[in-house]
């Protein structure tokens, strides 16, 4: 599952609310519960479903026959989870026949009676008849997942005009049980069935392969979809509606892509890199994509970023990207690498349990580096990887343990520890044993386990039978421990001895001291040397010999460590470090420095070098940090800024330079600020349209005006509707509001508050007005637990009472007694 982090950007505030779960002060309570893996009594052998949707109830009519077996010790009852349902009927297959069993159901679990005491491994059958009611259970969420019912009805009577019906699923971690009873736990294995009945303009996806069509008389259709190989409850899927189906291939299996129909055009834009990287997955792992078909499906209003269900992954609908978006780049690209990992990570070899969902998310995350460094490069790959580990460090989350047998809720072990820090644990396993025994302890791991759950221990085994190695000391380090170095480093050279010296100080606050494997690099000139040291006391001094001072001398020199540095480098050792030392982070590291020392002339050099960077994220980088007010770097980085502005091959690289160009308001850029406001690009044409607003406002609105009339997203929509709005320009209402009430809660919805409060502060149209505060309310209403409790408030202290403030002022009481009634009690207070 690819999780979500929520950023607010209003006019009024910035707000970043962390993907992490805050423990209520002074309750400790669940520190003391152990979280052990399911007990196995009974064990999932074949699940047959029969699915009938009521969507104007929101029901759905089922029938399923489950056949398991007792796990090892024999045993005469069974326990299901069913959640909210309607039982009407439990029973024993007898053949042809059935047996009516005695059960009790407290709306949760369903307790049955079993015929007889059945030996472990002998097989049995139970039949249920029910109902499901999904919109009426009530289960918690997590930051990756904002919801948890299970089943959910789209737009199920059509009320939307805008918004397609649809029916999809959402298992992980227990939501299949709410429209299938089952034992849902990660640990169980089942092979499936299932037939959907919808109505026949529909097209279905299921796990496995799609083996039946039959047409009813009552317009509707039952499709029946089978799993040969057996997967965990939360994998099963069933998704419907009016999609349109792209279709390709890999090896010969069907590769599907269901989109809204607007999109076909561009499906395989966004999702025509599967079969490749399906190929790349499979060879690098030795291990085939093991399931027979692969198909990916957008939702609407779905509760997460995507699901990796076997053979049938769900996708967010911000995976639908226009061609206008693609021209920046795929921003799903590496989403859709995640979830496809999973299908070995998580599917094939399943965790036991939820503390160990290191075994699949960890994975999934680190997969979007490896496939950014194969089709990309290393410089893509280190971004990534810095920009993973930078979530983990931002997320507060030192003290949690990767491998959490303590926790609160199950939900909660969808964090930046078992995503972000997970892939980065791995990235510096994979740079300590190496590439060749990295991927072939990955292949023993996957082969031993295949179609089995698995804990850490298990990959652990596979790194030591692989390297010959005793490993203990990295998983207890990493995998059973908490938090991460943070190091000092000081570097010094002794003329007299000729040695060179670098200290190392452990300083996290924790006092606990960790081990790590780590080369030193020692510069003369171009040439380098490397040793390799372990730092593993609370100060390690490692000395080397030089002939003369090194120009630089690097610490952990292949940038993998997971940590926080203090180093005391020169401008001069930065400067080498950049042209020599040469990889990703070693640049970054430079450019950073430089940035900070921009009235030193070298600084400035070696900023204007950078702007010609390889790596369009390092040019990004520079332009985004000149101190274009200091007139000298004005100066020599003008020209470059131009030819950047004019030609460079990165859209998002180029829309920063015409950013930064607008400093230096000279009407003589005009024409490539203009001829940037038509280009393909949605943020090179929004950039270049603020930068008009800047220098010519009255221009500017008139092409605003011209734009409203064709689709926009991202900066264009946002440049178009900020003008509009500070313009107080009534002709813009309907693209302002309307754009507003299309975006699903995203980031994208919440950064546009701000250009939305702006304009129906200046309206004095009574009802654009209220339309406008409605949807903010509504906006507020709609944010999932647990950002809600954490925003809700900002939107009414800062936005809506503001706003009602402003309109007092103005006169407008109609205005400000309509958004008083869209505030809590406790903040109409002073009004």
């Known amino acids: ?209 799609l083996v039946s069509q039959k047409k009813n008389a009552d317009g509707t259709r039952t499709d029946s979809w089978k799993m040969d190989l057996p997967h965990a409850p939360y994998l099963f899927f069933m998704g419907t509606g009016d999609f349109a189906v792209i279709k390709d291939s890999y090896k010969g299996k069907e590769v599907n892509y269901y989109v809204d129909k607007e999109y076909a055009s561009v499906a395989k834009k966004i999702f025509g890199y599967t079969p490749e990287m399906m190929g790349f997955f499979s060879k690098i792992l030795g291990v085939e994509y093991p399931w027979v078909k692969y198909s990916q499906m957008v939702a609407h209003d779905y509760v997460s970023g995507a699901m990796e269900n076997t053979t049938a992954t769900l996708h967010q609908e911000s995976a639908q990207q226009d061609a206008r978006e693609l021209t920046d780049k795929n921003g799903w690209e590496n989403t859709i690498a995640h979830e496809l990992f999973h299908q070995w990570f998580g599917d094939l070899v399943t965790t036991e349990s939820w503390s160990n969902l290191t075994l699949n998310e960890s994975f999934a995350n680190y997969s979007e580096t490896i496939w950014s460094e194969y089709k990309y490069g290393k410089d893509a790959a ?157 100060v390690d001094t490692f000395t080397f010999s030089a002939n003369t001072k090194p120009d630089l001398v690097n610490f952990d020199g292949d940038k993998t460590l997971l940590c926080i540095k203090k180093e005391n480098k020169t401008l001069d050792e930065y400067i080498h470090q950049y042209k020599y030392a040469g990889n990703y982070m070693d640049r970054r590291e430079a450019i950073e420095f430089a940035a900070k020392n921009q009235k030193d002339a070298k600084a400035i050099a070696l900023l204007k070098t950078a702007l010609k960077d390889k790596f369009y994220e390092l040019r990004s980088l ?70 008009l607003s800047i220098m010519d406002s009255t221009a500017a609105l008139a092409e605003a005006k011209r734009m409203m009339k064709e689709p926009a997203k991202g900066n264009l929509l946002g440049a178009i509707t900020g003008i509009l709005a500070t313009a107080g320009d009534e002709s813009g209402a309907e693209l302002i509001l309307g754009s507003f009430e299309k975006m699903p809660v995203s980031q994208s919805k919440l950064d546009m508050v701000g250009t939305l409060v702006s304009f129906i502060s200046n309206s004095k149209n009574n009802e654009t007005v209220k339309r406008g505060v409605s949807d903010i309310a509504e906006l507020r209403d709609a944010i999932p637990e647990p950002y809600k409790t954490q925003i809700a408030p900002i939107l009414n202290k800062q936005v809506l009472k503001p706003l009602a403030q402003k309109k007092i002022i103005d006169g407008l009481k109609e205005q400000a007694d309509f958004i008083l009634t869209k505030l809590p009690e406790e903040d109409k207070k002073g009004f």
Request: aromatic share 12%.
């Open 1 to 209: 599952m690819k999780k979500l982090c929520v950023y607010l950007t209003a006019v009024f505030f910035t707000l970043q609310v962390s993907a992490q779960h805050e423990e209520m002060p002074g309750d400790t309570s669940w520190e003391k519960e152990y979280r052990a893996a399911a007990t196995r009594i009974n064990d999932l052998v074949h699940t047959k479903l029969d699915a009938k949707f009521d969507f104007s109830k929101s029901y759905m009519y089922g029938k399923v026959w489950i056949t398991l077996k007792p796990h090892f010790y024999p045993t005469d009852s069974l326990t299901l989870d069913a959640k909210g349902m309607e039982i009407k009927k439990v029973a024993l297959v007898k053949g042809n026949s059935t047996k009516d069993l005695k059960y009790n159901y407290d709306g949760w679990l369903l307790h049955i009676d079993l015929d007889k005491t059945y030996k472990g491994g002998e097989q049995y059958t139970i039949y249920i008849d029910y109902t499901a009611k999904p919109d009426e259970v009530k289960v918690k969420g997590s930051a990756a997942i904002n919801d948890a019912k299970g089943l959910y009805f789209i737009n199920p009577r059509g009320e939307e005009k805008d918004k397609p019906t649809q029916i999809w699923t959402q298992g992980e971690t227990e939501g299949t049980s709410v429209w299938c009873p089952t034992i849902d736990k990660p640990n169980q294995k089942t092979t499936e069935e299932i037939s959907m009945t919808v109505p026949a303009k529909f097209v279905t996806l299921s796990n496995g392969k």
């Open 622 to 691: 520079v332009i985004n940090n000149l101190d274009i007010e200091n007139e000298t770097v004005k100066a020599e980085m003008e020209s470059t800024l131009v030819e950047i502005a004019k030609n460079d091959p990165s859209r998002l690289t180029k829309a920063d330079a015409i950013s930064a160009l607008a400093i230096y308001n000279d009407p003589k850029y005009m024409p490539i600020f203009k001829a940037a406001i038509n280009d393909s690009s949605y943020t090179v044409a929004g950039n270049a349209l603020q930068v």
């Open 382 to 538: 280190a971004a990534e990887n810095l920009t993973d580990m930078r979530g983990y460090l931002q997320s507060n989350s030192a003290k949690k343990d990767l491998v959490r047998y303590y926790y609160a809720n199950r939900e909660d072990m969808f964090d930046a520890v078992s995503y972000n820090k997970g892939g980065r644990i791995l990235h510096m396993l994979r740079t300590y044993v190496g590439d060749s025994a990295f991927f072939k302890a990955l292949n023993l791991y996957l082969t031993t386990n295949k179609f089995k759950s698995a804990e850490a221990a298990q990959l652990r085994l596979a790194f030591e039978e692989v390297t010959g190695r005793d490993l203990h000391w990295f998983w207890n380090q990493w995998h059973y421990g908490n938090g991460h170095p943070q190091l000092n480093i000081d570097y010094s050279y002794d003329n007299a001895t000729k040695k060179c010296m670098v200290v190392v100080k452990q300083t996290q606050a924790d006092g606990n001291i960790f081990k790590l494997p780590v080369a030193i690099d020692v510069y003369e000139g171009a040439n380098k040397k490397r040793y390799n040291v372990w730092v593993e006391n609370k």
